[in-house]
């Protein structure tokens, strides 16, 4: 079944994992067409968010994460420089990590710990990452943390 088919919002989460530099983690993937973003990916079925970032961020990159925190809900609505349409709700975070060394899976073909400035003017971000890391230089990372909140 494709996303479209769905007939919903399909809702995930991405994170801006940075290291103890402060760089930030950006990673270059084929499903937004060859442009650099975060890792992450799908809430799976009575997944909590916080679990879905965590499991998506070591899958894809390998890394354990810490101090995950709120940043913007974005949305991508058939957005063009994803390879296929589709509605998603992005739910991003930031993180951070202690060890820097990235092993990326099938997702992913490159990846980068920049400073988040050079980011910007040096790397075509897709265009939600682009708000993550303008909202993350404006106001900073340290959003509330993440919790698993209300569960049944």
Do not use: Q
């Amino acid at each position: 079944m494709t996303v479209e088919a769905l007939g919903r919002p399909l809702a995930t989460v991405g994170a801006l994992v940075l290291n103890r530099e402060g760089k930030g983690l950006f990673v270059r993937t084929a499903k937004w067409r060859g442009s650099w973003g975060v890792p992450g990916g799908k809430i799976e079925s009575g997944e909590p968010m916080l679990d879905a970032v965590v499991r998506e961020l070591r899958e894809e990159t390998g890394l354990e994460v810490r101090d995950v925190r709120w940043a913007p809900t974005l949305e991508a609505v058939r957005h063009p420089e994803f390879h296929v349409p589709a509605h998603f709700v992005l739910l991003n975070m930031t993180a951070r990590c202690d060890d820097d060394a990235v092993t990326l899976n099938d997702e992913a073909d490159a990846y980068a710990w920049l400073p988040l400035r050079e980011a910007l003017a040096t790397l075509p971000l897709n265009e939600p990452t682009r708000a993550l890391v303008r909202h993350v230089l404006r106001t900073g990372p340290y959003g509330p943390l993440v919790t698993r909140g209300v569960t049944s």
